[in-house]
């Protein structure tokens, strides 16, 4: 939480952070201000001082909005700086900059970086800063740091935001599946009233007017696979491919609020109209070890051990797993699940660490996706839902939806 910033850079020895970017689809700069419209801003926070942010002066409504302390960047004309410096426009950057840090008295000690801005530029922009201002030492946090893990303890507003994403996540969801149910079937596959086929990216196209209905945005795009496809986990799904009765699809949706906001993570499988034997059987057993790893959470313990024990029980039914054969292409060949906020992964991980942000803690939210893949079957098979941990300790879906693997479609 962000009550416990000052206490991390204490740990962490950091004296300020600064974020810089924009204040929509900028994750730490969303969740220092909370969002809004702000094509270019500045958040400095010092230890034990509230955060400043520095916006331009057009947008100076939209920053009035967050609640901070703002400072106008009118006082600081970049005609002046440029004039200054002769016309280099690298230099007039870096002394607007180092104005900003001098009348903030920040001239020494160790400054983290955070945000989503142009990397050419801002290396650029700091080798210079660092030449100016020689007793500050600018770094970049490895996976967001400081504030990635004060962003892995969600407080109430933040769950309450991350439920509206996965309650109108699961009517997508079900818009989904009224849509594919309601086609009819000829040869073997779904066709629209014309009688054209219903493709891949039809239905992708539904999903995203459907996520904009909600107020939802797709920035990360919606896994749609059928098939060969829905064996490669990470495949987004091919357009032209037909939706075919008994094959799978792995539908995957991973919305955000509108402006990038907070995530909610959803993975279900389906069969159209029947399931093949062997595709049964493999749903079962992804859903036998989705039930048993979700009963088996435990606050206090690290997320990598359920991937140990998930991996150990896929063994057991004689799949390939990540645990005995790291390079594996079938069976079971990712990870458990990550945390969900204003990424669509960050903290926990179910990678073991040296520290304890990967222990599971109430007010995280995770997500859970184990799944089975056999490219050359065409059988690929998810289930995944988010998960938040409330005070005592409780695992909390954000949505009841159903994992039913056969999806009823017309019959001629």
């Known amino acids: ?39 270019q801003a500045l958040v400095i926070k010092k230890r034990g ?30 005609a002046v700086y440029l004039q200054e410096c002769g016309g280099d426009h690298l230099k007039a950057s870096a002394r607007r900059m180092e104005k900003i840090l001098q009348d903030f008295h920040l001239t020494e000690g160790r400054v983290a970086l955070f ?17 100016r201002m020689p007793a500050l030492e600018f770094f ?8 990635m893990r004060a962003m892995a303890t969600k407080d109430e507003t933040e769950l309450a935001r991350i439920r509206r994403v996965g309650q109108a996540t699961a009517r997508v969801v079900g818009n989904t599946a009224d849509f594919l149910s309601g086609c009819p079937v000829k040869a073997g596959a779904l ?8 493709t891949i990216g039809q239905v992708k196209r539904k999903i995203n007017l459907w996520l904009m209905e909600e107020g939802m945005e ?18 987004s799904g091919t357009d032209s491919d037909l939706l075919q009765l008994g094959k799978t699809i792995v539908f995957d949706i991973f919305p955000c609020e509108e402006g990038g906001g907070y995530f909610h993570d959803f993975t279900r499988t389906w069969c159209l109209g029947h399931a093949p034997d062997e595709v049964l059987r493999l749903y079962e057993q992804v859903l036998d070890v989705y039930q048993r790893v979700t009963h088996a959470l435990t606050v206090d313990t690290p997320f990598s051990a ?13 799949h390939k797993t990540v645990l005995s054969e790291p ?65 005592h300790g409780s695992f909390q879906t954000f949505v009841d939806y159903p994992r039913d693997l056969i999806l009823p479609v017309k019959q001629s």
């Open 306 to 318: 359920y991937q140990k024990l998930v991996c150990e029980w896929f063994e057991e039914m004689g």
């Open 140 to 147: 970049g946090a490895s996976r967001g740091g400081i504030l």
């Open 191 to 198: 066709v629209n009233r014309d009688g054209s086929p219903v």
């Open 1 to 39: 939480m962000k009550q416990e910033l000052d206490a991390l850079m204490q740990v962490e020895n950091v004296d300020a952070l600064m974020v810089l970017g924009a204040g929509f689809h900028n994750p730490y700069m969303v969740y220092l201000t909370g969002g809004g419209h702000l094509t």
């Open 327 to 391: 390079a594996t292409e079938e069976g079971y060949v990712h990870g458990l699940g990550h945390g969900v906020g204003l990424h669509v992964h960050e903290l926990p991980f179910y990678t073991p660490s040296e520290g304890n942000e990967n222990m599971l803690r109430p007010g995280n939210v995770i997500a859970v996706e184990p799944g089975l893949y056999y490219p050359d079957l065409s059988m690929g098979v998810r289930l995944e839902d988010t998960y938040w941990i409330d005070d």
């Open 49 to 78: 001082q509230s955060p400043v942010l520095f916006h331009e002066s057009m947008e100076r409504g939209e920053a009035q909005k967050t609640g901070l302390k703002t400072v106008n960047l009118k006082n600081y004309p970049a």
């Open 218 to 235: 797709n920035p990360e795009a919606t896994i749609f696979a059928i098939g060969r496809d829905a064996a490669l986990p990470h495949s």
């Open 115 to 131: 945000g989503e801005q142009d990397a050419g530029l801002t290396a650029s922009l700091f080798a210079e800063l660092r030449v």
